[in-house]
């Protein structure tokens, strides 16, 4: 049975994720041959972190001929908020609000980013009165 789902990828986890994401599926050579040069990442490394992100539930696996060729379990959109989550119960207190408050008052956020986070607020607050 594998085991249950890690609430946040490695760097090298998300590596990979984001190689099947934009390939699925894809097999052990095509994801090493995905990946940027300089990391220079042995063959069996990539099958280790693919075994381990199978094992963690992030991946399924099947057979085509010899290869086995992985695809994502977890989409995309559902990793995110998986990780946003454990973010926020980790760093924030459990609190979202405390999250946006340490973002609208990030000064790496450039003018138009921090009107547009202000403006889906504005629109979210009018959609629930």
């Known amino acids: 049975m594998p085991r249950k789902k ?32 300089r990391l220079n990442l042995a ?5 280790t972190t693919l075994r381990i992100l199978e094992q963690k539930g992030y991946l399924k696996r099947t057979k085509r001929g010899r290869a086995h060729v992985y695809a994502p379990a977890v989409d995309r959109h559902s990793a995110r908020r998986s990780a946003l ?38 629109g979210q607050d009018e959609g629930e009165q």
Do not use: C
Request: proline residues 7%; aromatic residues 6%; without cysteine.
């Open 85 to 122: 989550k454990h973010i926020i119960s980790r760093f924030f207190d459990g609190s979202p609000e405390l999250l946006m408050q340490n973002l609208l008052e990030d000064d790496h956020l450039n003018p138009d980013e921090l009107a547009h986070l202000r403006q889906l607020l504005a």
């Open 6 to 37: 890690s609430p946040t990828l490695t760097e090298a986890e998300l590596r990979l994720m984001q190689v099947l994401w934009d390939r699925d599926p894809a097999t052990v050579g095509e994801v090493s041959k995905a990946l940027p040069r």
């Open 43 to 47: 063959y069996n490394t990539v099958l």
